[in-house]
């Protein structure tokens, strides 16, 4: 059952996942619509699902349910997770590349392969005061306050650390 995004529940459970490419406004139009048909009918053990889906930032697809409303089970969750994988090959996006990191860089979205952060972080281009896309994050509650942090209040703390020469 689709719902409205910003009327969710702040406790509502939320997935987001990060493209591998900047998305046109043609290619979030066609994800929102088959979005907003998958979410009419996703449900769970035959129980709909209160739920919605945002686009964010050009680069991350969301999906939230109010589980007050009903529960996503296990069988739910891997619907979900199919529907975003036809999405993928839909649009010719990778929505499951876990080795880019995004960051918030003037203003604009930044992907960085996990690999390159040390060197980005040498060069000066990220700091620990870098604003950081954690997409971990589980609520709809946490998009305020815990999504785009400070890179060194995070795991990517580690890069920031100076060591003190005696």
């Known amino acids: 059952m689709l719902a409205d995004f910003d009327k969710l529940s702040r406790n509502s459970r939320l997935w987001i ?68 994988q036809q999405l993928s090959s839909d649009l010719g996006v990778d929505f499951f590349q876990r080795t880019n990191i995004a960051f918030l860089i003037n203003n604009e979205v930044e992907l960085v392969p996990l690999n390159q952060i040390k060197t980005e972080v040498e060069r000066r281009r990220i700091s620990a005061e870098t604003l950081f896309f954690d997409n971990t994050i589980q609520t709809k509650g946490q998009l305020e306050n815990d999504w785009c942090v400070q890179a060194g209040k995070t795991w990517l703390n580690r890069y920031f650390k100076q060591t003190t020469s005696v």
């Open 17 to 84: 996942y990060q493209a591998d490419r900047k998305l046109t406004a043609l290619d979030q139009k066609k994800c929102l619509d088959k979005l907003d048909v998958f979410l009419n009918q996703w449900a769970a053990h035959g129980n709909d699902l209160m739920a919605s889906g945002v686009i964010k930032h050009d680069y991350f697809l969301m999906i939230c349910t109010d589980e007050s409303f009903n529960a996503a089970s296990g069988c739910s969750i891997d619907t979900q997770v199919r529907f975003v």
